[in-house]
């Protein structure tokens, strides 16, 4: 009996044009979204940034859902540089003090994991939010939407991603969505983090991006 793989117990269809296509034909856009040092604001500040994103909340009609990725970042790669600038200068000087350097950084990271954290929101839209008509809406589902159908549904993701954007950027937040690469990258890491860690990719199936 062969064995399933691992797409098969996946919601994900494809990724099309920075769009997530689910297999019950829902779409999901993504936004990369970056961080503020909510700890040395001033308390004015502070209060401006939760009554900003308060009212953001507030101003939503539909859901989202904020994900944040924590990944340990593997800098033996960064060490090993070190140690072959070390060895190749010449200046003593300059030599001790990469040396010193790097002993600096490997005692650092001894006492614990060092830890990146990336911040994202996923907007999602549905065939049926899109502005279709009752006929069309009482059609059997097909096994995929059409060209029509997908670039009506992406262009009202478009806005509603937008629409996040614009709220979030009143809180002092960036945001830019992520585009198909960068999609496949995201959830590639989220299934295999090990690899991820040392920075090893796989080659892409072609069938999942479009």
């Known amino acids: 009996m062969p064995k399933a793989s691992t797409q098969q117990f996946l919601e ?11 297999k019950n034909q829902a779409m999901r856009g993504v936004l990369m979204v970056s961080s503020l040092n909510f700890a040395l604001k001033s308390e004015e500040e502070q209060r401006a940034i939760i009554y900003q994103f308060q009212n953001f909340l507030n101003s939503l009609d539909f859901p989202i859902q904020i994900i944040i990725q924590s990944r340990k970042l593997n800098i033996t ?5 070190l140690k072959d600038l070390e060895e190749k200068q010449k200046n003593e000087l300059l ?12 005692n650092l990271i001894a006492g614990g994991s ?4 990336n911040f994202f929101v996923v907007v999602p839209f ?23 159908q997908f670039q009506r549904c992406k262009s009202q993701l478009w806005q509603r991603m937008e629409f996040v954007a614009m709220g979030l950027r009143r809180c002092g937040l960036q945001c830019v969505p992520l585009n198909t690469p960068e999609l496949i990258e995201l959830f590639w890491s989220l299934y295999h983090p090990e690899q991820a860690e040392v920075g090893y990719y796989p080659e892409l199936p072609p069938e999942i991006i479009r």
Do not use: C, H
């Open 12 to 22: 994900i269809d494809q990724i099309k044009e920075g769009v997530i296509l689910l």
């Open 77 to 81: 790669g960064y060490l090993d540089k």
């Open 95 to 106: 030599k001790t003090q990469t040396a010193e350097y790097r002993n600096f950084v490997n």
């Open 114 to 117: 060092i830890m990146s954290k």
């Open 126 to 148: 549905t065939l049926l939010e899109a502005k279709v008509s009752p006929k069309e809406i009482l059609k059997p589902t097909p096994k995929s939407l059409t060209e029509e």
